[in-house]
């Protein structure tokens, strides 16, 4: 069976975190976006925050959704910040200077 990614969304107080766990890649889109969607018309929402520590994988595609939920969420006056970057994924983020874009740890 493939590695199908998880986007579980948890509430805190202004924030929410999205934990993501597996491949972040093209096959992902639809868990990704049903997993924002909601958060962009959120009023309790302020900032959100892709936590990155379960995934070791994403590819291009996957750098798109991340501009995709950057440009969704700015424009409803959101901050979006990463976390739990490590290894291969900060590598790619890096590569593609992801760092100008979010705040990334």
Do not use: C, W
């Not at 969420?73 to 983020?93: I, W």
């Amino acid at each position: 069976m493939e590695n199908r990614m998880q986007a579980n969304v948890l509430k805190e107080a202004n924030k929410t975190v999205i934990k993501l766990n597996g491949r972040f890649d093209f096959n992902t889109h639809r868990e990704f976006r049903a997993a924002y969607e909601p958060l962009v018309s959120d009023a309790d929402t302020h900032a959100v925050i892709v936590d990155f520590s379960g995934v070791d994988y994403l590819d291009s595609s996957a750098l798109g959704m991340l501009l995709m939920l950057r440009d969704k969420l700015g424009g409803a006056g959101k901050e979006v910040a990463l976390t739990g970057v490590r290894g291969n994924v900060k590598q790619v983020l890096d590569i593609a200077n992801f760092g100008k874009l979010f705040p990334i740890s």
